[in-house]
C-alpha cells in the first residue's frame, strides 16, 4: 500500500470525522434515534407513523450535500475501475451485510461504539476484517484486476 502524500488530507479527515459525531450525537439527542443510513433508508420501506418525513428529508440532505459540493468542485476526481456486475454484486452483498449484521458502519461503528455497545463493537470488528480479507483476496487472486 502506498500512500499519496500529495492528496493525503489527515486534517480535513479529522474534521470530517468530528462533523459526523457531532451530527450523529445530535441526532440522537433531538430524535433519540441512532443516525445509522441504512436503518434511516430501511424505515422507508414500512414506516410507523410520522416517520416518512424524517427519513426523507435525511437522505435528501445526503444527496443534496453531494451534488452540493460536487458542484463547488469539492469533490475529488472518481475513478470506478470495477465492472457494473461487480458493483451489483458489491451493492447486494452490502444490503445482505447490513441486515445480516442489523446496522451499517455508521450505525454500528459511529453509533454502536461510541455507546459502548457489545454488538456494535463485534459488528464493526467483522466488517474491518472481511474489508481486510476481501481486499486481499481481491488482489492476490486476480479478480480484482
Known amino acids: 500500500m502506498n500512500i499519496d502524500w500529495v492528496h493525503f488530507t489527515p486534517l480535513w479527515s479529522l474534521i470530517g ?7 450523529a450525537s445530535i441526532f440522537l439527542l433531538f430524535h433519540g434515534r441512532i443516525m ?5 433508508l430501511g424505515g422507508l420501506i414500512r414506516p410507523l407513523k410520522g416517520d416518512r418525513g424524517w427519513r426523507i428529508s435525511f437522505i435528501a440532505g445526503l444527496i443534496s450535500a453531494t451534488i452540493g459540493a460536487k458542484l463547488l468542485g469539492l469533490m475529488p476526481a472518481i475513478d470506478i475501475e470495477s465492472s457494473p456486475l ?3 454484486i458489491a451493492g447486494l452483498l452490502v444490503g445482505f451485510g447490513t441486515a445480516t449484521g442489523s446496522g451499517c458502519t455508521s450505525g454500528h461503528g459511529v453509533c454502536g461504539i461510541a455507546r ?7 459488528a464493526t470488528i467483522t466488517f474491518i ?3 481486510v480479507l476481501t481486499v486481499w483476496i481481491m488482489r492476490h487472486s486476480g479478480i480484482g484486476g
Open 17 to 23: 470525522g468530528l462533523l459526523i459525531g457531532l451530527a
Open 116 to 122: 459502548l455497545s457489545p454488538r456494535s463493537i463485534s
Open 36 to 40: 445509522g443510513v441504512s436503518g434511516i
Open 129 to 131: 476484517a472481511t474489508g
Open 86 to 88: 461487480q458493483l451489483a
